[in-house]
């Protein structure tokens, strides 16, 4: 079992700076690499050192800026301005979308609910005290089912097809009434790597006055050049479609910015006006915050301007390009390892692998075993449990990788982990829950291989299961439940 690495108790006359800092390279050694392709998830690398020192400085310029007032720090005015300006383009807005930069995607999500559910109780007075609803698929971020707790809001998950991740429009319009305050649709969605059908949703939800939301956290810097010349275009998916009223669009994956930076923008300013909090009902300044946030760091928004404008467009086409041609890689070999199959058909740089049900059982690859297998062999993937849907539907148990430019100079490495991982665990049963587990967890943290665990996680009711997450993510920071 691993638990988190221990640092010195603090002392009351501290200690020397280059000793603090030796500890804090110490910590960070423990940590999965960041950089070279060996985690996908989570970290999203350009594979070009230069872009990193780049923003490190930009961050350190703007290291004492508060983004709380922009007025006061103009610097930051400007930032953003030009950062919206560049999605507003990129996401084919007119001069009708604005929006703001902010710490990530789940407030960019968050932002977008808040304003839709405020329009929606503003335009009837009977509203002003009721619940709304949010519309999206089964595999709509979790940022969503987060903002409908925040904001009070009946999330309504419509379920999608388990072989190919897509979701039938005409069923997720379907869900749409008079409560409705917005519908969610994904630019990719993250569990498959799959496009929402954005055109047909939208024209449906404007046809009954509802607002469409674009979760394109993923996708945002990535789809504008992810098809050649020589191919067909995506289907449409931003501000290109009308109905489209909000799209979110992470500036910290695919535009390479330190953590935390995103942008949400909407059409029409009277959206995102309804974004902002003012109050001026105290003693102090009055108080003016276009997102969640009030003191917010503009280190990570600094270096996305740094980034984006180094690269261009031109420069982010060319890392789409590589990340295009890592994909299909992926694909590609994937695909060709008995006992696995590709879920539905990528839109974007995000995989699923299931397991090959059209084989026999003794030539099967459980995706979780496998997960085990080529972390053993240095790679490190993202496990996704079983979903039962509201239809009782399946989605099944996967490997999700996010691939990103680095993963070219890997691919072949990442290939043969995974054909020899699967070679290791081909016709094993697949992982099983363990009920004696949740507590061996909690006592002495997660194992290194983590297949029974996520079986585990997948068997227990959320009512059973929501409670252990939280108490292991706990007893990693509180040492009272470690």
Not at 7 to 35: C, I, N, Y
Not at 284 to 299: D, E, I, K
């Amino acid at each position: 079992m691993s638990n988190p690495p221990a640092v010195p108790a603090e002392t009351g006359a501290g200690l020397p700076a280059p000793e603090v800092l030796a500890l804090l390279e110490g910590l960070r050694a423990q940590d999965p690499p960041t950089h070279g392709g060996r985690v996908l998830s989570y970290v999203y690398d350009p594979d070009d050192a230069a872009l990193d020192e780049l923003a490190a400085r930009a961050v350190e310029l703007f290291l004492p800026v508060n983004g709380l007032d922009p007025t006061t720090f103009r610097s930051v005015a400007a930032v953003e301005r030009d950062l919206v300006a560049l999605a507003r383009g990129v996401l084919h807005g007119d001069d009708d979308v604005v929006g703001s930069v902010t710490s990530g995607g789940t407030e960019s999500c968050l932002l977008a609910v808040k304003s839709a559910r405020d329009v929606w109780r503003a335009a009837d007075p009977v509203r002003a005290h009721a619940r709304p609803r949010l519309v999206a698929p089964t595999t709509a971020h979790p940022a969503f089912h987060k903002a409908a707790a925040y904001l009070d809001l009946d999330l309504v998950s419509v379920p999608v097809d388990p072989a190919t991740g897509t979701v039938d429009p005409d069923r997720l319009l379907a869900e749409v009434d008079d409560r409705t305050a917005l519908v969610v649709v994904s630019a990719p969605s993250y569990p498959f790597g799959v496009l929402d059908p954005v055109e047909r949703v939208a024209a449906g939800a404007a046809e009954r006055g509802v607002p469409c939301h674009v979760d394109a956290c993923l996708g945002g810097w990535v789809l504008p050049w992810w098809r050649g010349e020589d191919e067909d275009p995506l289907p449409a998916w931003d501000f290109a479609v009308p109905g489209v009223t909000s799209v979110s669009a992470d500036l910290h994956k695919y535009g390479y910015a330190p953590k935390g930076a995103s942008v949400v923008l909407y059409r029409g300013r009277e959206r995102h006006r309804t974004q902002y909090f003012v109050t001026s009902a105290w003693p102090g300044y009055p108080v003016v915050n276009p997102t969640v946030l009030g003191s917010r760091g503009a280190g990570p928004m600094a270096a996305a301007w740094a980034i984006t404008r180094t690269l261009g467009t031109h420069g982010l086409a060319a890392l789409v390009a590589r990340t295009r041609r890592a994909t299909d890689a992926v694909v590609e070999g994937a695909a060709q390892v008995e006992g696995l199959s590709v879920v539905g058909r990528p839109d974007g740089p995000l995989v699923a692998l299931a397991t090959d049900e059209d084989v026999t059982e003794d030539r099967r690859v459980d995706p979780f075993l496998l997960i085990d297998a080529v972390r053993r062999r240095g790679f490190l993937l993202q496990a996704q449990p079983a979903l039962v849907q509201g239809d009782g539907t399946v989605l099944p148990r996967t490997v999700h990788l996010t691939v990103t430019p680095v993963t070219e100079r890997v691919a072949d490495d990442l290939i043969g982990a995974l054909r020899a991982g699967a070679d290791e665990v081909r016709g094993l049963a697949p992982a099983a829950p363990d009920p004696a587990l949740a507590q061996q967890v909690l006592a002495h943290g997660l194992p290194d291989d983590l297949a029974v665990v996520m079986a585990t996680l997948e068997a227990l009711p959320p009512e059973v299961k929501h409670p252990v997450l939280a108490e292991v993510l706990a007893a990693a920071i509180d040492p009272a439940r470690g």
